[in-house]
Each structure stands twice: as structure tokens, then as C-alpha cells.
């Protein structure tokens, strides 16, 4: 089966870091993904991994290792918009499907508070 | 405008009714998606398709279905709505064209079934 863990809530302080961690264990793994969502509203696109390392993008950086199954995403300079969730989701391949024909896994999403 | 729009935002219905959610986007994307959120299980897939001619179940598509009108429209119903149906509902759309195949949400309905 499919299965993403992350950390159901966490809490940090303004101007603070922040690593929110993610494991997976999923068949066809073709890249993996941090959204943000604000509490009633749509998830956003936040970062894309598909090879080891580190991708960094402004305040935000994310980190995969495929042969651990494990990302996670910093967050740096914490800020209260920052509150949020954080959702990770993997991308899997669909049988008969080439190239980046798949579907996104959602883990449950971390609540994030950022308090004063 | 919103490039990824749904219609209604908040629908309360009765338990045995039929409800269409709809979905509009503006973005070109050939693929669309519909997702349900519920607290502490996050987002599932229900169906997608990925062109016009092109429809699929998902994870959770039990007591759903859809239809890809064009492009741009894909409608998810309930033929008849129960209570554990209550959910935030999403559509999304994602294409090659753009970098990741990432997908974008629309801004979500609020269904309640009673």
C-alpha cells in the first residue's frame, strides 16, 4: 500500500526555523511535493523534489533522500502567515502511463503554529 | 479572475438528493482532478481525468461520479447525497507544460449533507 507519515501539529516562534519531517513508503515514486494550506482555503505549490538534496527557494528549503524515504521542509525566519498546514505528497507513477503520468499521495498534513 | 474556479463555495443538502459540483478553469491544462478533504485524513482522490475522453477512479470514488464536459469543465455528483459525504471538496488541474506537472486547486466547496 501507499502510506506518507508527517507530524500531525507542531509549534515554533516568529523568527525561528522550523523542519517539518515527511517518510513514505510508495510504489513508483516519481518526485515529491510540499504544498502550503491556510486554514479553509486551497492548497498551494510550494516546492518539488525528484532527486536527492536540497532544493532551496527563499525562506523555504526542502530536502529528499530517496533511499530513505524521507523528505523534509525548513522553513526559516518564521513569520504568523507561516501558520499553516503543511502537506506532503508523493508523486506515483500509473501502470500503462509513461513519463509524468501520476497521481499525487497525501500524507494527513502538519498543522503549524507560529506564535509571538 | 481565478484561474481554477468551482461552483457552489458552500452547499448544505438533505440525505437521498442529487448534487453537481462544478469546476472551470482558465489555465489550458488538459488534466483536472477532483480531491475530498476531511480532518485527519487529508486530501483523496476520487477521480481524474486527464483529457476529455479520458476518466478514472481514484482512491475514494464510491458514491461519486464525474463528467469532463471540455477542457476547461469537470463536474463531480452525488447521485444521492449521505451524511458521511460531508467534506470540503477540491478540484485541481496540472499539465506538461508546466515545470513539476505540479497541480493547482481551486479555492474548494464546503459540502454538508444532512
Known amino acids: 500500500g501507499q502510506n506518507i507519515d508527517q507530524p500531525t501539529e507542531m509549534t515554533a516562534t516568529e523568527g525561528a526555523i522550523v523542519q517539518i519531517n515527511c517518510t513514505y513508503q510508495?510504489?513508483?515514486?516519481?518526485?515529491l511535493f510540499w504544498y502550503q494550506q491556510h486554514a479553509g482555503e486551497a492548497p498551494t505549490f510550494l516546492s518539488y523534489n525528484v532527486l536527492d538534496g536540497l532544493e532551496e527557494k527563499g525562506r523555504f528549503s526542502s530536502f529528499l533522500s530517496r533511499s530513505k524515504g524521507y523528505s523534509y521542509l525548513l522553513l526559516k525566519e518564521l513569520q504568523m502567515k507561516d501558520s499553516a498546514s503543511y502537506l506532503c505528497a508523493v508523486r506515483v507513477l500509473l501502470r500503462g502511463y509513461g513519463g509524468s503520468q501520476g497521481n499525487l499521495i497525501f500524507g494527513k498534513g502538519t498543522k503549524l503554529s507560529v506564535k509571538p | 479572475d481565478a484561474d481554477v474556479t468551482q461552483t457552489p463555495r458552500n452547499r448544505i443538502t438533505k440525505t437521498g438528493k442529487r448534487i453537481m459540483l462544478e469546476c472551470s478553469q482558465t489555465k489550458g491544462h488538459d488534466r483536472m482532478y477532483w480531491y475530498r478533504q476531511d480532518p485527519g485524513l487529508g486530501l483523496r482522490l476520487i477521480y481524474y481525468s486527464f483529457d476529455v475522453k479520458d476518466i478514472n477512479k481514484g482512491e475514494i470514488s464510491d458514491g461519486y461520479s464525474v463528467s469532463r464536459q471540455a477542457q476547461a469543465k469537470f463536474s463531480l455528483s452525488l447521485e444521492s447525497a449521505i451524511p458521511n459525504q460531508t467534506a470540503l471538496y477540491f478540484c485541481?488541474?496540472?499539465?506538461?507544460?508546466?515545470?513539476?506537472?505540479?497541480?493547482?486547486f481551486g479555492p474548494g466547496t464546503r459540502l454538508t449533507v444532512t
Open positions: 485541481a488541474t496540472s499539465s506538461r507544460g508546466e515545470a513539476y506537472y505540479e497541480q493547482y
Open positions: 510508495t510504489s513508483g515514486f516519481n518526485g
